[in-house]
């Protein structure tokens, strides 16, 4: 625990004339900076990094008990020492994203995705809030005694003494020790890395540096380049002088003087959390808002259980005297404002003896920064006060301490201005919520899009890093049709696939092509098949499975398709006959087991071989019992994106009778079991485990509606870790899956977009682990509509792996890609215009004859092993999925 420092006679003689002491201190003169550790020529600080905690739509109890949590860690853990909170903004740096993009992706154009991204982020300019808290644990020497040893150095012309090895070990046990007790409160506090400190000191004076080694503590010449500054005080801002010097940031330094009685939480008067929430209009922009990102320094000092009671007996001491005062003059009568204080005063000495209850004595500082002029400055200053003066919180340019209060904000300082301060109940400081806000996604891997609460920033979300961590491994999309579940579906698909996965996309509605145009735009080896007519036999399940377990699943496939008659006169036996026979054959498929029935002797198999037959014909029938095309190539396990495109099937709800099923249901059914079968051996193949996989089944809700596909979802969702094998599924009805436990069971993250009715919107809330009730409802029912009750698509609420719940917008980095991947009519209606058109302008070229041109794209139902990139629209839009 820091001791208190000696004051020097001068400013005891500051005193004396009525001037702070603090104020006539020189600024801290930094001698290293460790992980952790800040040390000064008068003091030691142990610093950390602050997590965010997601309380924008945490239940009302739960930020509650977590508020009361960071008030009894204040009272517990930092009683006595000196404190220092500085909350910081930086922006998503687009070029760093660039670099880690060559980590994540190893498949397609990774250095185009890498580019497309870091344009992005760099459009966006999102802001991301790091917070710092400061802790002083030792007092090196009196600021008397530093200056003249620094005075001395300087006059024999002696090199700066460094910090000894022997007080760095000291401090940074001492450091350890108090950050253990921090780690377990809701901060949830780690040692600052070297790195992160050294960037949060050179940012002050708007000289970047680059980052210091991560190695020795930072000391001597590089120590000097960190710290140096060049700063102008003014009556209302200081000035920031950079190397060239010329200005490079007019800064102000704010007060608040005065907060009302009691403060509400949780609501708006959480005053560090809404700092995010503040915007302002630009002079000369477009008439936009923008955010001003203001940042925050609090200094504050727990008072100890026997130094807060002196202080307010001594306060209630003087209002008692004031009162007996009042009371023998001639008027009798004492100030209304005397009483309170005296009443207020004895209910808090009333408190801490009863109740434990912890003084706090606080000075918030907000820090106004703008590199555009003095007047931008201003304005956004004007903003801070409007904003807060909204919340009944004075918010004002301390006038002429701009100079002290700069000091006063620097890491390794101290408090100087000591009047701007308040004396309350921990519980105040802590209803500040300066932690709070939105938090939600991985902490690493590729981009989803971004966060749209509170505290903007980048939301990361990997699909198929669940098995890799242990975890299970299914992710859900529900909402309402056309708010952008099957665009962010496929965005999710093709970063798997940039991932080097196997994606497979189970397309039951037809609407899908775009993400294989998307797919070859990226570079990715992109794969489609639409089971048709003109597709025979490309879900053959003898061309999809091992020889030795196809023909049962085959029989099983004919079963289903031959009415109830034929399978009670026992028509099964000579199916499997057939299978055998085409399986012991050096090419079985399921045309030859059709062809073989047809010239059987036996009546039953010859009728059934017929009927077959004519199936065949038939847009459902061709897939499964077709003969094949020379050149056709069916599914394959390979890594890349894969769509299988399976339109116009009519299956039966679940509990059906095969008896009572119709005959395209029948055969809808069949050819489902096919591809489920398919996906099935393709997730669990021995020899595909180091695979990572993805299926992805939109409007899974057509799944759901037959007992098959419910066991196939739950068969992949309880086995998916163990298979490498992740599933993302798209629906409009949350409650068809309430009663899938295994796929309910191995949920790790769900995105809930906008639903209108009461029962969905309940089903939505327990995917999501809200409270249900009205609150839920209505951030469902509203979370896809700006403030004009337009449709925003891709917005939505996101429960992570973690349980953290928040609004989130997703995104694609590209305009092109955006167009690709639409999934409007009209949109796919010009785009397969366009593709028509180039392939009839197309002229083919001859021996490379003048005038013949090369034929120009891809026809969509090719594979493309090897694919290149389109090019790339110049354009850029900041519209979202």
């Known amino acids: ?288 808002e923008v955010l001003v990102c203001p940042e925050a320094s609090v200094r504050w000092t727990v008072l100890q259980r026997g130094d807060a009671l002196k202080a307010v007996n001594k306060v209630r001491a003087t209002a008692k005297e004031q009162r007996n005062s009042a009371a023998e003059n001639s008027a009798g009568q004492t100030s209304t404002e005397t009483e309170e204080s005296e009443a207020i005063m004895e209910e808090l000495r009333r408190g801490m003896t009863r109740d434990g209850l912890t003084l706090v004595e606080d000075h918030p500082r907000i820090i106004v920064s703008s590199t555009v002029s003095v007047e931008d400055l201003r304005a956004r200053c004007d903003a801070v006060t409007s904003h807060y003066a909204d919340l009944a919180i004075d918010c004002v340019i301390a006038t002429e301490e701009q100079r002290d209060l700069w000091l006063e904000a620097q890491i390794g300082d101290t408090l100087r201005v000591t009047d701007l301060g308040h004396i309350r109940e921990t519980g105040a400081l802590a209803a500040s919520m300066w932690w709070g806000g939105s938090e939600a996604g991985d902490d690493s891997g590729p981009i989803a899009g971004f966060l749209t609460g509170t505290t903007p920033g980048m939301c990361r979300l990997d699909v198929t890093a669940g098995s890799a961590r242990g975890d299970a491994t299914t992710t859900i999309l529900v909402g309402r049709s056309g708010r952008g579940k099957t665009t962010a579906m496929m965005m999710a698909q093709l970063t798997a696939a940039q991932k080097g996965a196997f994606a497979l996309m189970l397309g039951f509605k037809g609407d899908e092509g775009g993400l294989i145009r998307a797919g070859r735009y990226l570079g990715l080896s992109s794969h489609q098949v639409t089971a048709s007519a003109a597709t025979p036999a490309v879900a053959d399940l003898y061309r999809l499975l091992p020889k030795d377990d196809a023909a049962l699943e085959v029989v099983s496939q004919l079963l289903i398709i031959l009415p109830q008659r034929m399978r009670d006169a026992g028509v099964e036996t000579q199916l499997l006959k057939a299978c055998n026979a085409v399986g012991a054959g050096p090419d079985p498929a399921t045309w030859r087991v059709v062809e073989l029935l047809s010239q059987s002797e036996d009546p039953l198999a010859r009728q059934a071989g017929t009927a077959l037959a004519e199936l065949a014909r038939t847009q459902l029938g061709a897939p499964l019992l077709g003969q094949p095309e020379p ?159 337009e449709i925003v698509h891709g917005h939505c609420v996101v429960r992570d792996r973690r349980d953290r719940v928040a609004t989130m917008q997703w995104d694609v980095p590209d305009e092109e890609l955006l167009r690709l991947l ?56 900041s519209d979202s999925t």
Not at 661 to 679: F, K, P, Q, W
Not at 830 to 848: F, I, L, M, R
Request: aromatic content about 4%.
């Open 822 to 877: 639409s999934t409007n009519p009209k949109d796919q209606a010009d785009q397969h215009e366009a593709e028509q058109h180039a392939a009839d302008s197309a002229v083919p070229a001859s021996n490379g004859e003048a005038g013949q041109a090369e034929p120009e794209g891809v026809p969509l139902d090719a594979d493309l092993d090897e694919a290149s990139p389109v090019h790339r629209a110049d354009g850029r839009s």
């Open 631 to 789: 050149g056709a190539s069916p599914l394959r396990p390979d890594p890349g994106v894969w769509l299988v495109q399976v339109p116009g099937l009519k299956l039966p709800k679940a509990g059906t009778p095969p008896a009572d099923m119709t005959l395209n249901e029948r055969v809808s059914l069949a050819l489902m079991r096919g591809l489920i079968a398919y996906a099935l051996h393709t997730a669990s193949r021995p020899d595909l485990r180091g695979l990572p996989k993805g299926i992805f089944i939109p409007e899974v809700h057509v799944l759901t509606a037959t007992d098959d596909g419910r066991r196939f979802l739950d068969y992949i969702a309880r086995t998916g870790r163990a298979l490498d094998t992740a599933l993302v599924l798209d629906t409009q009805d949350p409650s068809s899956l309430l009663g899938l436990d295994g796929v309910l069971e191995a949920t790790t993250t769900v995105a809930a977009f906008e639903t209108s009715t009461r029962p969905q919107q309940d089903a939505l809330s327990e995917l999501l682990r809200l409270p249900v009730g009205e609150s839920s409802r209505a951030l469902l029912r509203t979370v896809g509509k700006d403030a004009k009750g």
């Open 1 to 288: 625990m820091a001791a208190q420092t000696k004051q020097p006679s001068f400013t005891r003689l500051a005193r004396m004339v009525g001037l702070s002491a603090e104020r006539l201190l020189p600024p801290a003169r930094l001698v290293a900076v460790y992980d952790g550790v800040v040390v000064t020529d008068t003091a030691a600080w142990a610093y950390f990094t602050l997590a965010s905690s997601n309380t924008d739509l945490m239940a009302t109890e739960a930020q509650d008990a977590e508020q009361d949590a960071a008030s009894t860690a204040l009272a517990k853990v930092l009683a006595g020492y000196d404190a220092h909170l500085k909350i910081l903004w930086s922006q998503q740096d687009g070029a760093s994203f660039r670099d880690e993009a060559h980590r994540i992706f190893t498949a397609g154009d990774v250095a185009a995705v890498a580019e497309m991204w870091a344009a992005r982020l760099n459009q966006l300019a999102l802001p991301q809030r790091h917070l710092l808290l400061g802790v002083k644990i030792a007092t090196r020497d009196t600021v008397a005694r530093a200056n003249a040893k620094s005075a001395v150095v300087s006059a024999l012309g002696l090199a700066a003494p460094g910090l000894p090895k022997s007080e760095l070990l000291k401090y940074d046990g001492l450091a350890r020790r108090l950050g253990r007790r921090l780690e377990a409160t809701p901060w949830r506090a780690s040692l600052a890395p070297a790195e992160n400190l050294a960037w949060a000191i050179s940012r002050e004076s708007f000289r970047p540096q680059s980052a210091p080694p991560h190695l020795p503590p930072v000391g001597g010449a590089s120590l000097v380049r960190l710290a140096q500054s060049h700063v102008e005080p003014h009556a209302d801002h200081v000035r920031i002088i950079n190397a060239q010097g010329t200005t490079a940031a007019w800064v102000a330094v704010m007060a608040m003087p005065t907060f009302p009685h009691e403060i509400t939480t949780p609501g708006e008067q959480e005053w560090l959390r809404c700092l995010s929430e503040i915007r302002y209009i630009p002079a000369g922009g477009n008439g936009d």
